[in-house]
């Protein structure tokens, strides 16, 4: 009777014991899953506006590179035509002549794309000899004009032959509208994950109100493209995004900020986080987002997985409450574990590699120069640089769509993969660019690998058959060469050098293999 009331009350008190232990692993494990949630949806976050940001810093640096770059070729430009008109005629008369066919060539043929500003004048009479884009009007104070000329110049040359004088160069304005259209092209054809995108306006007046700022591209609203966009304007919980992103400028040239807009692709209204930035020299707010409620579906769907696991160890504790006990912190803490490095395994996989043609992404690519400089400086090998660039790729996409332009982005990687060593390294870097890093190549080899790595890329033949288009898309590619050098203070000035012999390759006919010399190689 003893033994029997003994066990009755052991396996009461075992009961209990599982009851209390149950609950209590229970209503811990739920504040730890609140904890938990809000962690990983915080990690997650920070990440993401890690990512919005280095997508915006990168496109000003690649603006800031287009812009240095067209500057220097425009300055080039001037100064070889100044250098032309030196070796003119002595006679005033042949002179004048000889200048105004050489302007009314170039200005015919180069026609909406022309460059130059010109005004040339008599010395003695101060009458207007040339003035074909008219910067001087009739009544106008010339020496006016030819200041106002010498601020709006990124690049002049002043004339004075006899009684003939002169200023001629190309505005400043011109250049860095030019700058504005490409990039404006390149972000509407960017394509990011998530339905996220790059949108830029214009802002007209800092102070805000109806009409402070022009919508310049917008992928997502495209026919909005050419707005006017107003403070007072709000989203659809009474947010006023457009003042919100106007004071964060305003106070510190950029700002993370949320809102609700309509998804890419659907009429659904959700919450975005966004990151903008100005661009002053455009006075461009140039921003990026994503929606935060794939956020908290990823932190639901794995709070629905931690909750099932729960009950199975709950299960466990009722059978063997030591062995249970035991059993089940180990595998929640290493359950946790596994789901954070799956985590963050995949967002670093996400943020390392480009998911169209899985070469490194422009970040990770960054980080691998600033390595391969670094190892460079402390006494190791110097890898080869090159910069590869799809000749007329946007008429590929124009021509054919997107899709193939895909296609072509991906056979191009595959080729290059086929030429390279497990060891080298492919970036693509922006659009229908991409930079390789190449070890144990000197010049003459790397100029060979550049070649052979041209001739599979020429070698590609992609059909393309539609119910309108039956045709073959080959691939063309310019190509720039070059090596560190001991005067590089950082890795992105032999970058510019693999542009700049690229860009070269461009200018003397595409599809070619140009070197950027290096004196101490």
């Given at each position: 009777m003893k033994i029997s009331k003994i066990r009755i009350l052991s396996v009461i008190l075992i009961t209990l014991m599982c009851s209390a232990i149950s609950y209590f692993y229970l209503v811990s494990h739920n504040a730890f899953g609140k904890i938990y949630q809000e962690e990983t949806r915080n990690t997650i976050i920070e990440?993401?506006?890690?990512?919005?940001?280095?997508?915006?810093?990168?496109?000003?640096?690649?603006?800031?590179?287009?812009?240095?770059?067209?500057?220097?070729?425009?300055?080039?430009?001037?100064?070889?035509?100044?250098?032309?008109?030196?070796?003119?005629?002595?006679?005033?008369?042949?002179?004048?002549?000889?200048?105004?066919?050489?302007?009314?060539?170039d200005i015919k043929n180069l026609g909406k794309d022309n460059y130059?500003?010109?005004?040339?004048?008599?010395?003695?009479?101060?009458?207007?000899?040339?003035n074909p884009q008219s910067e001087y009007k009739n009544g106008d104070d010339l020496d006016f004009v030819i200041e106002r000329l010498k601020s709006e110049l990124l690049s002049y040359e002043e004339v004075k032959h006899g009684r003939v004088s002169g200023i001629f160069g190309v505005k400043t304005k011109f250049v860095d509208d030019k700058i504005k259209l490409i990039t404006a092209e390149?972000?509407?054809?960017q394509r990011f994950d998530d339905d996220s995108y790059i949108w830029v306006s214009q802002i007209l007046n800092y102070n805000g109100g109806d009409n402070y700022a022009i919508r310049i591209v917008h992928p997502n609203l495209p026919e909005t493209e050419g707005s006017f966009l107003s403070t007072s304007t709000m989203d659809t919980r009474g947010n006023k995004p457009y003042l919100e992103e106007l004071d964060g400028i305003n106070k510190n040239g950029e700002l993370f900020f949320s809102y609700y807009f309509k998804k890419l692709n659907s009429d659904e209204i959700a919450e975005k986080l966004s990151y903008s930035r100005l661009y002053k020299d455009f006075d461009w707010v140039i921003a990026t987002g994503v929606y935060i409620d794939e956020v908290d579906a990823y932190v639901e769907n794995t709070n629905i997985k931690s909750k099932s696991l729960a009950r199975e160890i709950v299960l466990q504790l009722m059978l063997v409450i030591l062995i249970v006990m035991s059993a089940g912190i180990a595998l929640v803490v290493h359950t946790e574990g596994i789901y954070s490095k799956k985590m963050n395994k995949r967002l670093k996989n996400e943020a390392d590699y480009d998911a169209l043609t899985n070469a490194y992404s422009r970040r990770r690519g960054v980080e691998e120069l600033a390595n391969a400089y670094s190892s460079f400086?402390?006494?190791?090998?110097?890898?080869?640089?090159?910069m590869f660039d799809l000749d007329r790729f946007k008429l590929i996409n124009d021509n054919f769509g997107h899709d193939i332009g895909d296609v072509v982005l991906r056979r191009t990687v595959e080729a290059i993969n086929e030429i390279i060593k497990d060891t080298d390294i492919i970036i693509r870097w922006g659009g229908d660019e991409f930079i390789g890093v190449f070890y144990g190549l000197k010049k003459e080899e790397a100029i060979e690998i550049a070649q052979r790595i041209l001739d599979k890329i020429n070698s590609i033949e992609i059909p393309v058959k539609t119910s309108e288009i039956d045709d073959i898309v080959k691939i063309e590619m310019s190509i720039g060469v070059t090596?560190?050098?001991?005067?590089?203070?950082q890795a992105s000035d032999a970058v510019k050098r693999a542009d700049d012999a690229m860009y070269e390759s461009k200018e003397t006919g595409r599809n070619k293999v140009s070197y950027f010399d290096v004196e101490d190689l």
């Open positions: 990440i993401k506006k890690t990512f919005l940001k280095d997508t915006i810093n990168n496109l000003f640096v690649e603006i800031d590179v287009e812009r240095e770059l067209e500057y220097e070729r425009y300055k080039y430009f001037t100064k070889q035509r100044g250098i032309s008109l030196d070796f003119a005629s002595e006679d005033d008369d042949e002179f004048i002549k000889f200048f105004t066919n050489r302007f009314d060539t130059w500003t010109i005004l040339f004048w008599d010395n003695i009479t101060n009458e207007v000899i040339y390149k972000i509407r054809r400086v402390k006494g190791s090998q110097n890898p080869t640089l090159m090596y560190f050098s001991k005067s590089d203070r």
